[in-house]
Every structure is written in C-alpha cells, then in structure tokens.
C-alpha cells in the first residue's frame, strides 16, 4: 500500500497537460452579458452530455461540499461570424461533440422554443453566435482557426 500511495503522490506532484481541449468560441460583437449568457448555456450542453469531463465535488476545510467543476480549463475566443461559420463546418468534419447558439436564442425564454428555433434553420444558413466544442487538442486548435483567445 504504501509503495502505490507514493506513486500517487509522485503523479499528484506533477503538473497536468490534457490530450483534450474545451473551448468556446463567442462571436466578437457580442454585448457583455450576451458573452456570459452564451458561454454558461454552451458548456452546459458539454457538462450535460460528457460526464467524464466532470470532476470530483469540491469541499472547504469546514466540510461544505460544493458541486463538482470541468477536470480542465475551458478556452474562450473570440471570433467574426464568418470564423464561427467556418469554425461550425469544421466542427461538424470532425466529428466532435459541440453545443451552437445562434442569435434567435435571444428571443426565446426557455429550452422548448431554444429547440425550436435552431430547428427551423439549416445548419449551413445557422446564425451563429457562439459554439463549445470538445476533443483532441490539436483537432480543437484546427476548428477554431482564425479565432483568438478572448480578452
């Protein structure tokens, strides 16, 4: 027992690089609280469905449990509509999974008409404003190409 709790330690120790990225990619004329409202709804739809991409609850030294968080960072960029578009075929080529907001979610106040709305669109004439997606890193870096990390 000891020798594996000294191997954990040792693994414990060393810092962690993921073979997978998230990322979000909000288009860049968005209003502030229009980036904050499509971020949280995006990375949900990842959290939701990807449940290994969750970890542990957390707790204070009190003892508090708090919901558990992503294992890993989450990326945010900033992209034109015309990146995001891009970014959406690429996507899709790949096959990885991802969660869309497009502008009409704005004017819909609950998940059954969300649902609705992007429905009703082909995906190719979508009217993006924001795309979460997740995989193989270097996968991820190619779909979101031409985006930059938010500021």
């Given at each position: 027992?000891?020798?594996?709790?000294?191997?954990?330690?040792?693994?414990?120790?060393?810092?962690?690089?993921?073979?997978?990225?998230?990322?979000?990619?909000?288009?860049?004329?968005?209003?502030?609280?229009?980036?904050?409202?499509?971020?949280?709804?995006?990375?949900?739809?990842?959290?939701?469905?990807?449940?290994?991409?969750?970890?542990?609850p957390y707790q204070?030294?009190?003892?508090?449990?708090?919901?558990?968080?992503?294992?890993?960072?989450v990326l945010v960029?900033?992209?034109?509509?015309?990146?995001?578009?891009?970014?959406?075929?690429?996507?899709?080529?790949?096959?990885?999974?991802?969660?869309?907001?497009?502008?009409?979610?704005?004017?819909?106040?609950?998940?059954?008409?969300?649902?609705?709305?992007?429905?009703?669109?082909?995906?190719?004439?979508?009217?993006?404003?924001?795309?979460?997606?997740?995989?193989?890193?270097?996968?991820?870096?190619?779909?979101?190409?031409?985006?930059?990390?938010?500021?």
């Amino acid at each position: 027992m000891a020798a594996a709790d000294s191997v954990t330690v040792e693994i414990a120790d060393q810092p962690i690089r993921f073979d997978t990225k998230i990322a979000v990619a909000l288009r860049d004329d968005l209003q502030s609280w229009q980036r904050l409202n499509v971020t949280a709804f995006l990375v949900s739809g990842l959290a939701a469905t990807m449940p290994e991409l969750v970890g542990e609850p957390y707790q204070d030294a009190d003892g508090t449990a708090y919901l558990p968080m992503f294992r890993q960072p989450v990326l945010v960029f900033a992209a034109s509509k015309e990146v995001l578009t891009a970014a959406h075929s690429r996507a899709l080529s790949r096959v990885v999974p991802m969660a869309v907001f497009t502008s009409d979610l704005f004017s819909t106040g609950n998940d059954r008409d969300n649902r609705g709305v992007v429905r009703a669109v082909p995906g190719a004439a979508l009217d993006l404003v924001g795309l979460a997606v997740y995989g193989p890193r270097n996968a991820v870096d190619k779909i979101l190409k031409g985006a930059r990390l938010h500021e």
